[in-house]
């Protein structure tokens, strides 16, 4: 290292403002300004540089805390134990590197038994219970102090203000249980929602919403905030509160960390159900994957595992370091958040003529993935966000959700960010744009007369809940619009195999394989060819109730304005885009040539009520491996049946495919009938 001292002290300096005001911001005023891994490099970083030159490490470094400071309005709780937090890990390679330092610290290589939990994102508190009465419960604090939040912990209603059973008989005198307050992801979105519509301001996440909660002055208003708690281990336990006792009270005790947080649970504690005792590497790392796969489908916010010694003697053996115990370890998910800059901002046109406005963003990895794009929707969005290009903003990607910005960070927005201009004509072919009343998007008003549209159109046509035509890729439609070869769908069934096979990366076989491809999408049904043209808001549900009702094309381009509102799903925004859709000549002459070509099975004019599945409400959940989420729908509406995004008491059916989460234990819980994806197979061949 050639830094010099002097540099590497007003380096050290620089992070701890940084850690402070981080700290203060997320824990004092519950507002965080960063994601918590710009924190954790932060927090690495310094703790790297204390642990290289330990004379930089004075008494006030925010290293030697663990959270930030009390509030001033709560009376201050010394800990008798200090509350510890957890150090991370994020690999494979880190949590086997952790049992190798432990394994060589007890100078033994034996596996360990792991106690396996949920890593929840909450709040954590200690409850100290006195003769089996809840006298006491603090948070954490900086570790040694917290502040007393009791009254507004016996407003939680899964914690009990006496234990079961007999103090000094069945559990010790004194006893603090430890574990997370948080709160579930439903209360939480509920909770929003009623801020919103008195117009306070929301909270970022559940975890903020569960300390705004805890550190309400008034117990009257946590008490209506939906809060709960998981334990997840002990403080202090002893007969008599002094310094000799705990060795008393641990006669009490298991000397496993899982059966002792089953002993907890017996006293009336909950304990999450998805704790686990773990005896091989393997197990270890499934539980990981178990977990992760389970998160969206959990009730509450969790981000990663915790892996724990199980082994109480071995645990006091290895102790802790300054902040963290030895023993347990947060195995953490890939962060949803981080930091990165909006590099450039540009306009992509959409199939309606949309203009959204994309960030090009220096790539991030997120969420298990890179992200270099991001959407910001509309107008209003960037506007809320206040965004300027060379900003520097907060990305979340959660699940399978598209990666989104979620905040701007105004503290490192440099003089030179640039404001987001929209533009006042189309940027691809240069039409009239317009906002239509009431509408936050700016559309081109070109329609497939703009070359963007087109292309977009001949994607979806040809997609995979469309005609799914094998092997017409989004790059070779571009290339064909592009090149001139296609205007419209229709085009498509003129194309030449020569014609394919000269454009990049198709050879002649790719080109044969297209023409059959396409010979094979003239094969089609009523519904899916209304869907296929686009038309604006008429998804595959709207189509096959227009396909069910009509049984025709020519009553479908004939149908009113008033009369499409008479069916299922149609309002007057949708009635009116049928309507102009096909008011439109150049629409008309696609329509009219597709029609010409494509071919689909006559619909027996019968009564929506006569069908057999008429009256009867499905849902459909996890993965169908033989036919496919979308096709089961369709399939099922053709028979009449409604087909709901949600479990409620009016289900009737629930198909249940592969890895069914939630949905399949609501349906358990109401009785609703639980069909495989073969049952569902043998229903729907009885009627075809
Ligand atoms: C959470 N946050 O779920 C611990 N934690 O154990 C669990 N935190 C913990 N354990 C010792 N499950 C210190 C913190």
Request: with cysteine; proline share 3%; net charge negative.
């Amino acid at each position: 290292m050639s830094d010099s001292l002097a540099e590497l002290t007003a380096q050290v300096s620089e992070l701890h403002q940084q850690i402070n005001d981080y700290n203060h911001q997320y824990y004092v005023l519950d507002e965080p300004s960063v994601p918590d891994v710009e924190y954790d490099r932060l927090m690495k970083t310094l703790l790297t540089l204390e642990q290289t030159y330990p004379e930089l490490k004075t008494l006030d470094s925010p290293s030697q805390k663990v959270g930030g400071q009390p509030l001033k309005a709560f009376s201050q709780v010394t800990h008798q134990v200090s509350m510890l937090s957890l150090d991370n890990v994020f690999s494979t390679d880190e949590w086997q590197a952790f049992v190798k330092r432990i394994q060589d610290r007890l100078a033994s290589h034996k596996a360990l038994v792991i106690c396996a939990e949920p890593k929840l994102d909450g709040l954590a508190v200690s409850l100290r219970y006195e003769q089996g009465v809840l006298v006491q419960a603090a948070t954490r604090g900086d570790g040694s102090t917290g502040e007393n939040i009791t009254q507004n912990i016996r407003t939680i209603k899964s914690i009990p203000l006496k234990l079961i059973g007999k103090a000094g008989i069945d559990f010790p005198n004194i006893i603090e249980v430890r574990g997370e307050v948080f709160m579930p992801k439903a209360s939480f979105e509920l909770l929003n929602e009623l801020a919103k519509k008195k117009g306070e301001k929301a909270f970022a996440n559940p975890r903020n919403a569960a300390a705004g909660s805890l550190r309400q002055l008034d117990s009257k208003i946590t008490a209506k905030r939906n809060l709960a708690f998981y334990a997840y281990g002990l403080g202090f336990v002893g007969d008599l509160s002094t310094a000799s006792a705990p060795l008393i009270g641990k006669s009490y005790l298991k000397s496993s960390h899982y059966q002792r947080l089953c002993q907890v649970k017996a006293l009336g504690l909950p304990m999450c159900p998805e704790v686990r005792l773990l005896e091989t590497q393997q197990q270890v790392q499934d539980f990981y994957q178990d977990i992760l796969t389970k998160r969206d489908s959990l009730s509450y916010e969790i981000d990663g595992t915790v892996l724990k010694i199980d082994d109480i003697a071995l645990q006091e053996k290895l102790g802790f370091v300054a902040r963290a115990p030895r023993w347990a370890i947060a195995y953490k998910f890939p962060a949803q958040e981080e930091l990165t800059i909006v590099e450039e901002v540009e306009f992509q046109v959409g199939r309606t003529g949309a203009i959204t406005p994309v960030a090009r963003l220096k790539p991030v990895f997120v969420g298990g993935v890179t992200v270099s794009n991001a959407t910001l929707h509309n107008q209003d969005e960037v506007e809320r966000l206040g965004l300027k290009i060379g900003d520097t903003v907060v990305i979340r990607r959660a699940g399978d959700v598209i990666p989104q910005i979620v905040s701007v960070v105004m503290a490192k927005r440099e003089s030179n960010a640039q404001e987001i201009v929209f533009p006042a004509t189309c940027p691809v072919c240069d039409s009239k744009v317009a906002k239509a009343e009431g509408e936050a998007v700016l559309r081109c008003t070109a329609g497939l007369f703009c070359q963007a549209q087109r292309k977009e159109a001949i994607k979806h046509f040809a997609s995979r809940k469309a005609h799914d035509v094998d092997g017409l890729g989004d790059k070779l439609v571009e290339q064909l619009v592009d090149e001139n070869l296609i205007t419209t769908p229709a085009d498509l069934f003129t194309l030449t195999e020569i014609q394919i096979s000269t454009m990049e990366r198709m050879g002649q076989k790719s080109a044969k394989n297209l023409i059959v491809a396409l010979e094979n999408a003239k094969q089609t049904t009523l519904a899916k060819f209304i869907y296929a043209l686009g038309i604006r808001e008429v998804g595959e549900a709207t189509a096959t109730n227009l396909a069910n009702h009509y049984c025709t094309l020519p009553a479908i381009k004939a149908a009113s304005f008033e009369a499409l509102q008479a069916v299922d799903d149609v309002g007057a925004i949708v009635a009116k885009n049928i309507v102009n859709f096909f008011k439109e000549d150049h629409n008309l002459s696609v329509v009219n040539a597709l029609a010409a070509m494509m071919t689909w099975p006559d619909i027996m004019v019968r009564n929506a009520d006569e069908l057999p599945l008429s009256e009867q409400t499905f849902v459909i959940t996890g993965t169908l491996s033989q036919m496919g989420r979308s096709d089961a729908k369709a399939a099922l509406q053709v028979l009449g049946a409604k087909v709901s995004g949600s479990v409620s008491a009016k289900t009737h059916f629930l198909v249940a495919g592969e890895k069914a989460g939630s949905k399949l234990t609501k349906a358990q819980d109401l009785g609703v009938t639980v069909l495989t994806e073969d049952d569902l197979i043998a229903l729907l061949a009885k009627y075809n």
